[in-house]
């Protein structure tokens, strides 16, 4: 999602929490939403809600969007642990979410076409 969508700034996110020996380097930041990166805070594992047992956390840098998620309409479905967790906890899926992704296809912007990580997301 585009950050004027979103009814907010973006925030700039430590993909590996600093707090757990992540850096300042470029190459572990991007960009979340601010509800996204407060319900991260400094998680580095998440609870897969289908087979309940702990996944890595999503890397927007070193992982494959395609691998983790893949689109059904406007809901961001998760193929692996890892992606249902994400999905899970961030609650990516909620319903403002739909609705500003059914805004954005009106617009042309949607789905994401050439951006490798669509996450916000």
């Known amino acids: 999602m585009y950050e004027p969508g979103q009814g907010g700034e973006y925030h700039v996110e430590h993909i590996s929490p600093t707090s757990r020996g992540g850096s300042d380097d470029m190459d572990n930041l991007a960009w979340s939403c601010s509800r996204c990166n407060f ?22 840098r070193t992982m494959d969007w395609t691998d983790h998620f893949e689109w059904s309409g406007h809901l961001i479905v998760g193929r692996t642990p890892t ?3 994400l999905i ?11 609705r500003i992704r059914a805004r954005d296809e009106l617009c042309g912007d949607f789905p994401p076409q050439s951006r490798a990580t669509p996450i916000e997301e």
């Open 39 to 60: 319900s991260k805070s400094n998680r580095v594992e998440l609870l897969d809600p289908e087979t309940g047992e702990q996944a890595q956390m999503f890397h927007a």
């Open 83 to 85: 992606g249902r967790a």
């Open 88 to 98: 899970h906890a961030l609650d990516l899926n909620s319903a403002k979410r739909i």
